[in-house]
Antibody, heavy 123, light 110 residues
Framework: QVQLQESGPGLVKPTQTLSLTCTVSGGSINSDNYYWSWIRQHPGKGLEWIGY???????YYNPSLKSRLTISIDTSKNQFSLKLSSVTAADTAVYYCARGVMVYAILDCFDPWGQGTLVTVSS | QSALTQPRSVSGSPGQSVTISCTGT?????????VSWYQQHPGKAPKLMIY???KRPSGVPDRFSGSKSGNTASLTISGLQAEDEADYYCCSYAGNSLVVFGGGTKLTVL
């Protein structure tokens, strides 16, 4: 079955860019049935949707993060990536990648999820 | 785009039933049947439990059920078991390619 795995630095300095990659195994990212998504969870808090990308490269972002956010996809490597610029301590969170199930071009639900990776923003 | 409203905590004894509510607006929960629910145990990734308001993925026990009335969706867990103790999050499509989560509910099995 499909599995997702996040990777990237666990520590980022303030004002720098947070970069994460999600590697998809057990299935092709080059599918017209799914959106490839990022979700984060601040320590001890709830889930926050970040954004998602279609295999064609179309992106959809949370308006609150849009100005700092870039999500990209590399179908040749079966990976998609997240870049969040000008980070502050408020961006410290566990970042999850997930497969978004698409129904009539709408993101229906997230399944499965990666295990998550903690990113701390600190000098 | 505000977070969906969930109770911070609910509790129940083994064998009992509990219901977790998720209140949104006509722009999200009330406007679409794309409501999903996720279970998260401490230190683990969320797991899909319900999608499309009331559908269960393969492998999810039928003790878990979902429903919706107006702008409020609900997750009901019947025959509570110790392993059901976890955080639960609702999620809804919110139009214009946006998605919104609830604030989460901590379920305690007494």
């Amino acid at each position: 079955q499909v599995q997702l795995q996040e990777s990237g630095p666990g520590l980022v300095k303030p004002t720098q860019t947070l970069s994460l990659t999600c590697t998809v195994s057990g299935g092709s990212i080059n599918s017209d049935n799914y959106y490839w998504s990022w979700i984060r969870q601040h320590p001890g808090k709830g889930l926050e949707w970040i954004g998602y990308i279609y295999y064609s490269g179309s992106t959809y972002y949370n308006p609150s993060l849009k100005s700092r956010l870039t999500i990209s996809i590399d179908t040749s490597k079966n990976q998609f990536s997240l870049k969040l610029s000008s980070v502050t301590a408020a961006d410290t969170a566990v970042y999850y990648c997930a497969r978004g199930v698409m129904v009539y071009a709408i993101l229906d639900c997230f399944d499965p999820w990666g295990q998550g990776t903690l990113v701390t923003v600190s000098s | 785009q505000s977070a969906l409203t969930q109770p911070r905590s609910v509790s129940g004894s083994p064998g009992q039933s509990v219901t977790i509510s998720c209140t949104g607006t006509s722009s999200d929960v009330g406007g679409y049947n794309y409501v999903s629910w996720y279970q998260q145990h401490p230190g683990k990734a969320p797991k899909l439990m319900i999608y499309d308001v009331s559908k269960r993925p393969s492998g999810v026990p039928d003790r878990f059920s979902g429903s919706k009335s107006g702008n409020t969706a609900s997750l009901t867990i019947s025959g509570l078991q110790a392993e059901d103790e976890a955080d639960y999050y609702c999620c809804s499509y919110a139009g214009n390619s946006l998605v919104v989560f609830g604030g989460g509910t901590k379920l305690t099995v007494l």
